[in-house]
Every structure is written in C-alpha cells, then in structure tokens.
C-alpha cells in the first residue's frame, strides 16, 4: 500500500522516462511507458483495495471484504477523500450486521466525506434510518427515508422504503 503521493511520484518518473526514451528515438518503449504510467493515476483515485473489497462484497463474503480493508491501515494518508468516503461506507454495511452503534458512525462519516453515486448515499442514509428506528428516533429516521425516496431515482430500493415505514407504525 503507497501513499497516494507516491503514486504521482511514480507516475512522474515514469512520464519523464518515456520522453527520455522519445529523445534517444525508442518510440515504442516510450509509448509502453506512457501507458503504464495510467496505472499509478488510476490507482490514485480507485484504491486497489477498496476495488477487491467491491468485488468481495459483490459475492457476498463479507469476511474477505473486511480483510482486503483492514489492509488499509491509515486510510487519511492513503486515500482521497471519495475513497475514504467508500472506505467508511463499506466498513458501515460489514458492521451493519453486528454492530448498528458502530456502523452508525461509519455511515455519518461516509456521508459527511461524500460518495459518488446517488444510490450509494442512498443506501447508507437507508441504513441510518434503520439505526434511528431501532433506537425510537421516529423523526429522523423519517426525514432520512425522505432523502432516500428523493436520491432513489431508479425505484430498487423502494421495497426496503415501505418495509421501514410499515416498522415506524409500529412504533
């Protein structure tokens, strides 16, 4: 794991080295390090591991995820601030099913870093909401549902919205 600086630092060299090998007429190897100098600035803004944690969550192991996160050991060093955000957000959804106090803070704290896509606050506004209605917080956990409706522009999580209301009845 680099520092994200680093990886500009690499990308620089790398960019100097290709023109060096343009001046001394190695068009080819220049071209090939151009090439693999996007790396570094493609792994600046997607951190590799976040990436592995996506492709583990995506199958559903959740233990995996966490190890390829828990790799990342400061994530204000190592990570943009989106990426610090979706490092926040993935913690939030692995803790969310043992710890809802913990992934609470998880969530308010990707939320306050920002995601990127809408669907991705979305479901982490969702989530909270699902704390604040275990913890009797009926109004907020409302105005949060509200945010929810607005930033679900595709209607998936639209079930999980009316399951949330049917529960804030009950209470």
């Not at 570094?40 to 996160?69: C, T």
């Not at 939320?111 to 704390?131: H, P, Q």
């Amino acid at each position: 794991m680099f520092h994200r600086n680093i990886k500009l630092i690499l990308t620089g060299l790398l960019l100097a080295t290709a023109v060096w090998q343009f001046t001394e007429s190695n068009i080819g190897n220049g071209i090939f390090l151009i090439l693999v100098s996007l790396l570094p600035v493609f792994l600046y803004y997607k951190n590799e591991f976040i990436l592995m944690a996506f492709l583990k969550l995506r199958k559903q192991d959740f233990v995996g995820a966490k190890s390829w996160l828990d790799k990342i050991k400061n994530p204000e060093t190592a990570l943009v601030r989106k990426q610090q955000g979706y490092y926040n957000y993935l913690n939030g959804i692995m803790l969310s099913q043992t710890n809802l106090i913990q992934a609470e803070k998880y969530f308010k704290k990707a939320i306050e870093l920002g995601l990127n896509m809408d669907m991705d606050l979305a479901v982490a506004k969702l989530n909270l909401a699902g704390v604040a209605l275990s913890r009797r917080r009926k109004l907020e956990a409302t105005n949060l549902i509200n945010e929810v409706k607005k930033l679900d522009k595709q209607g998936m999580l639209k079930d999980q919205i009316n399951l949330m209301r049917e529960q804030m009845k009950k209470i």
